[in-house]
């Protein structure tokens, strides 16, 4: 079979992978033409064909140090050799970087290991139901928190549907829809309203600072109102920091915001692309999952805690706290936010640019700063993406979905930052004036 071209890759993927990709969100890559990855290291990605990009996608976030970095990718092959997969009791890896986390982050006391974002999700959410004894989920237009039934609702619903409970999947269980709650991001008043309304809330669960919808950044006193709230009605609030934490603080974003949550999930940056996740929390909650699968909280998983990933984690995690690598790409970000507004402003662009710490997205036809997923329909998407193909023809590649971001890594430098804002220069200067 012809494997030498990211075309004939993708059309055998079409084949037998449905959208010819592991998910839709991956397969929008196709959007602007096939491509096929074989290699990375450090800032760059290769495809099958021999093109070079450099990534500023990072598998959606969790490439913090940069690809292929040496000390991660040389702790994950020692444990190889020590053994794979052990699947009883724990081990030395498991405590240590269990330990680790509790000292980094101010809500963990207890941590389990898990291998994705979305069982994060889920088993917080388990596991504050099962504290609380009620059912109903409250979370926040426009925050994604996993694919599973309870939360995967009105993360991108239409205009028409803002304000509802708007599955974002077929096959979702009625049941689950109904006990799911949405409020606006960034409504206090919204949330003391519901407290009030609902005698049943199990659970509450948002990002900090909600990057599914690009970014949003909590207005003075919502995430304190949350806290507050939850706590006086003895509900756990959960943070989704499964894209924040470890990219914007080593500490996670509760640190550097000062509200401290009940329960956090965590992923992505965690591993620097190895695949590895954790739910943490208070003593109380986590340990209703201490028991024997017949009583308490049911957590399990077979690759749980599995050591590659895990060591993987302890090297990331040890890097982190020891070099300055959130304080540089922070700075970078902001760098790359005031050159593109530059740019926009030079053009005569009608848009903003958007961002937090090493994450930023150009926003087109809308502007202001946003503060609620209502404020972010009206992305002109067509510009978006006519930018989003004359930045990967010149050599930058990020997915061109609008409503996703765009984020540095340790590896992103000076080099890369001339040559993004000389490339966008271009295509900002190739499109049409507003």
């Not at 498991?94 to 207890?110: G, I, K, N, Q, T």
């Not at 993360?155 to 006990?179: F, I, K, N, Q, W």
């Not at 609030?237 to 509200?259: K, P, W």
């Not at 329909?377 to 061109?400: I, K, Q, S, W, Y």
Request: charged content about 25%; hydrophobic content about 40%.
């Amino acid at each position: 079979m012809d494997d030498t071209t990211s075309r004939s890759v993708v059309e055998r993927a079409r084949a037998v992978i449905p959208g010819g990709a592991q998910t839709g969100l991956r397969a929008q890559a196709y959007d602007l033409g096939e491509v096929a990855f074989s290699e990375s290291s450090g800032p760059t990605l290769e495809t099958v064909d021999g093109e070079e990009f450099t990534d500023y996608h990072l598998a959606f976030g969790p490439i913090v140090l940069g690809h292929g970095h040496p000390a991660v990718d040389d702790a994950a092959k020692a444990t190889i050799d020590d053994g794979v997969l052990y699947g009883a009791a724990t081990t030395a890896l498991e405590v240590e970087v269990a330990e680790r986390v509790v000292d980094l982050l101010p809500s963990a006391e207890m941590v389990n290991f898990c291998n994705s974002g979305t069982e994060a999700t889920y088993h917080a959410i388990r596991l504050a139901r099962a504290y609380t004894g009620n059912d109903r989920v409250l979370k926040f237009e426009g925050c994604y928190h996993g694919w599973h039934d309870y939360v995967d609702i009105s993360v991108y619903p239409p205009r028409e549907r803002v304000g509802e409970t708007h599955p974002e999947s077929d096959g979702m269980l009625p049941e689950a829809v109904d006990h799911t709650e949405v409020l606006p991001f960034n409504d206090a008043e919204a949330v003391v309203e519901a407290f009030a309304e609902f005698d049943d809330i199990g659970a509450v669960i948002c990002e900090p600072i909600p990057h599914s919808v690009d970014c949003l950044v909590p207005d003075e006193g919502f995430l304190e109102t949350l806290r507050e709230t939850t706590a006086e009605n003895d509900v756990p609030l959960i943070f989704d920091e499964v894209i924040t934490g470890f990219r914007h603080s080593a500490r996670g974003m509760q640190h550097e915001l000062g509200v401290t949550p009940d329960l956090t999930a965590l992923a992505k940056a965690m591993g620097n692309g190895y695949p590895v996740a954790a739910v943490c929390g208070r003593e109380d909650l986590m340990a209703q999952a201490g028991g024997d699968n017949t009583s308490g909280v049911v957590i399990s998983g077979t690759y749980s805690g599995h050591p590659v990933g895990l060591a993987a984690a302890s090297e990331t995690l040890r890097v982190l706290s020891a070099e300055p690598v959130i304080e540089e790409i922070t700075a970078l970000g902001e760098r790359y936010r005031e050159g593109l507004d530059g740019l926009f402003s030079e053009h005569g662009i009608e848009g903003r640019v958007v961002g937090y710490g090493s994450v930023f997205s150009p926003q087109f036809g809308v502007t202001g700063e946003p503060q609620r997923y209502e404020d972010v329909l009206g992305l002109d998407e067509e510009r978006f993406v006519a930018f989003a193909r004359g930045m990967r023809e010149r050599g930058h590649f990020f997915t061109p979905n609008p409503y996703k971001r765009q984020h540095l890594s340790w590896a992103h430098g000076e080099a890369e930052l001339e040559t993004y804002l000389a490339a966008a220069d271009a295509v900002l200067g190739s499109l049409p004036v507003n």
